[in-house]
């Protein structure tokens, strides 16, 4: 039996077991986006200034985020699924900055395993962590902050968490509740201008993706992968945080 636990970013250090952190609205989204427009790995950090001194390190990446949802001055990219969509990022390195997802994941760094995680990759999300057979998962509800009650990352959760228990649940009981959650509303209401209706759309693609998104340690840096769950010999050879 698999112990699950509900935790918010600012609880996120204390997460146990494999740490999924979760932002549909919208990094983690966006970093599924840009590994289907061929990212090589995307580097999670916290701190803008740290984002962009490891731009100047790395030789050919590029940077992708937002602060309080504006895209960043001097950023390549905003946080849009939308707008990378639509971008070449073949062989990229992304360092991804972001208020909410990329916080989680810095957070949750003492976890045995991380998986970052949205709707469009919540299959095959479920079905790594099965792989792994963990003794407890800890879910990271990232946008349960900043006065937000986050529920489009909690559905996303529970959505994962009964494709875990076997129950075959229903992806759009789960799915609305990305426009009924705070944040939903808000954008309904016109209030997050940034937010546009083709991210909301993105955002609620479940399954969309047959690949998922697990974090390691490369050099003393975080790092997600795209992972093919199929590909198990791409999982052997992982080190993991």
């Avoid at 990094?27 to 599924?32: I, N, W």
Wanted: glycine share 6%; proline share 2%.
């Amino acid at each position: 039996m698999i112990e699950f636990e509900y935790l918010n970013l600012a609880d996120a250090s204390s997460a146990e077991g494999v740490a999924i952190v979760i932002d549909v609205l919208r990094a983690f989204t966006t970093a599924a986006f840009a590994f289907s427009s061929g990212a090589e790995r995307i580097i999670p950090v916290s701190g803008i200034n740290e984002a962009q001194a490891l731009n100047q390190k790395l030789s050919g990446s590029i940077l992708m985020g937002e602060d309080h949802g504006m895209r960043l001055q001097g950023f390549n990219f905003g946080n849009s699924p939308d707008e990378i969509a639509r971008k070449d990022l073949t062989g990229k390195t992304v360092i991804q900055r972001t208020s909410a997802g990329t916080q989680g994941i810095v957070r949750a760094s003492r976890s045995c395993h991380i998986v970052a995680a949205s709707f469009v990759v919540a299959k095959a999300t479920a079905r790594y962590i099965s792989w792994l057979k963990p003794k407890k998962i800890t879910f990271i509800i990232t946008g349960e902050s900043f006065d937000r009650d986050g529920d489009e990352d909690r559905a996303c959760a529970e959505y994962i968490e009964a494709l875990l228990c076997n129950v075959s649940p229903d992806p759009d009981l789960y799915r609305r509740r990305v426009l009924s959650s705070s944040a939903g509303q808000s954008f309904a209401r016109g209030c997050n201008h940034y937010l546009t209706q083709e991210d909301i759309k993105l955002s609620m693609l479940v399954d969309h993706f047959g690949f998922c998104m697990p974090v390691v340690c490369e050099e003393n840096l975080l790092v997600m992968y795209k992972h093919d769950f199929f590909d198990q010999n791409n999982f052997a050879s992982l080190k993991y945080v």
